[in-house]
């Protein structure tokens, strides 16, 4: 069978059984899987085994430890429960390339108010799946596993081997599931590309920025408020740190990598940022407060490192200690490596190649403005390229998050035509 022959077969095959593409997405848009904590991760893990076990082959469910999971990740992530994360081989006819496929169980919390209908409780309408995580990413999970059905079903020829990974806490960082697939040596060096669908269809990610979450603390002196004077509001002087922060947050702002970025942001190149995304201070009304904690969330470029970005932010938080004579403490809550892959290599050049053919027009490759646990993938040395079913309108994090199930199916496509012509040897 020629490559143009199975690409024709497998797609057939996809259009055929869109309605079970869009039954799976629902069936794990179902199962609330909120970090944090880590909601119904084993309930996920089973839903994805027993799809797996269709295909012919034996998947396996690794847990985390807990006492790992007590020393790597910070308890301030609020992690709780069980951690399974499921894994599988699919071999083929012959030897040849090693493909990794990642896709994350996890969800972010649903906003308690805004939905137009229970954000657990899939709802078709219009041409699209709503629901927490329909787009981030339960959706491009089911498009992996029917992307790997299309192979079985059809019987096409392909060589190599093809392992799927689903993985928990993406949406957090520190030490996911990824983390943990490195560790016990599921993912080495010896893998040859990497695909992930955790993006949107626009664009294709070749690059992803780094994160680094810290937890700063202004510590001050607790008293009653109706002598206030004689304690130190904690809460009132971290205000000021906060302008301190803002003000380095414009500077970072101003930076730009090299790399183009996703072109529906407004950005033409991928920028950092540094942002207070949480504060918490006081414990009653009548108490001046002797502690006020701050949350800063640094994005940073491919060109910025992890040390570089904790060094400029201790260089800040130590000067207002030394104008104002108060303790401050500082620490990694936790954080994402940068991701990159050249534009030029060939994996990424064998997906574009297929995503015009499928989406009838060209996919640039980019770098995203988020990030990713794959980035982990990518420190291996291993070429990862990220393609997704979501869109800059699918309003991921948001209320009424949606997928669209033409793009669930060109998904599976891409995915399936990248299986065919990168196992097959037509990468060029």
Not at 24 to 48: E, F, K, S
Not at 283 to 293: A, F, L, Q, R
Not at 401 to 413: A, G, M, N, P, Y
């Amino acid at each position: 069978m020629s490559l143009q022959t199975s690409i024709r077969t497998v797609d057939r095959w996809i259009d055929a059984h869109q309605k079970d593409l869009v039954d799976l997405t629902c069936r794990l848009v179902n199962i609330d899987t909120t970090v944090p904590p880590g909601r119904n991760y084993p309930r996920v893990a089973q839903l994805i085994v027993g799809e797996l076990k269709l295909l012919g082959i034996t998947p396996s469910v690794s847990y985390i430890p807990e006492a790992t999971i007590r020393r790597k990740a910070d308890p301030e992530l609020g992690l709780n429960g069980p951690r399974p994360n499921v894994t599988a081989s699919l071999k083929g006819a012959g030897e040849g390339p090693k493909i990794l496929l990642n896709g994350h169980m996890d969800v972010v919390p649903a906003q308690p108010t805004g939905w137009s209908s229970d954000p657990f409780k899939a709802t078709t309408k219009n041409g699209k799946i709503y629901g927490r995580g329909s787009a981030d990413m339960k959706g491009s999970d089911a498009a992996i596993i029917y992307s790997l059905k299309a192979l079985v079903e059809t019987g096409v020829h392909f060589n190599g081997s093809i392992t799927p990974t689903f993985t928990t806490d993406e949406e957090v960082g520190g030490y996911t599931g990824v983390n943990h697939f490195i560790d016990k040596h599921v993912i080495t060096k010896d893998i040859d590309y990497c695909l992930s669908p955790d993006t949107n269809i626009e664009a294709i990610d070749v690059a992803s920025l780094g994160d680094s979450e810290f937890l700063i603390t202004v510590h001050g002196k607790s008293a009653h408020s109706g002598r206030g004077w004689t304690g130190i509001n904690a809460i009132e002087h971290a205000s000021s740190l906060i302008e301190k922060l803002k003000k380095l947050g414009v500077e970072v702002g101003r930076r730009r990598s090299k790399i183009p970025a996703e072109p529906v942001f407004g950005n033409k190149w991928m920028r950092p940022g540094l942002y207070v995304t949480m504060v918490k201070g006081g414990i009653k009304g009548n108490i001046i407060p002797d502690s006020c904690d701050i949350l800063v969330d640094r994005r940073f470029i491919p060109e910025e490192n992890a040390a570089q970005v904790e060094r400029e932010l201790v260089k800040t938080v130590r000067e207002f200690s030394r104008d104002t004579e108060l303790k401050t403490s500082m620490k990694l809550v936790t954080g994402y490596t940068p991701m990159k892959t050249s534009p030029n290599h060939p994996l990424v050049k064998v997906v574009r190649r297929v995503a015009k053919r499928v989406l009838g027009q060209d996919v640039p490759p980019r770098g995203s403005q988020g990030s990713t646990d794959v980035a982990q993938v990518s420190s291996l040395g291993i070429p990862v390229v990220i393609i997704g079913a979501s869109r800059s309108d699918s309003n991921i994090h948001g209320v009424d998050e949606h997928v669209r199930i033409t793009d669930l199916v060109s998904v599976t496509k891409i995915f399936a035509h990248s299986y065919l012509e990168l196992l097959n040897g037509h990468v060029h």
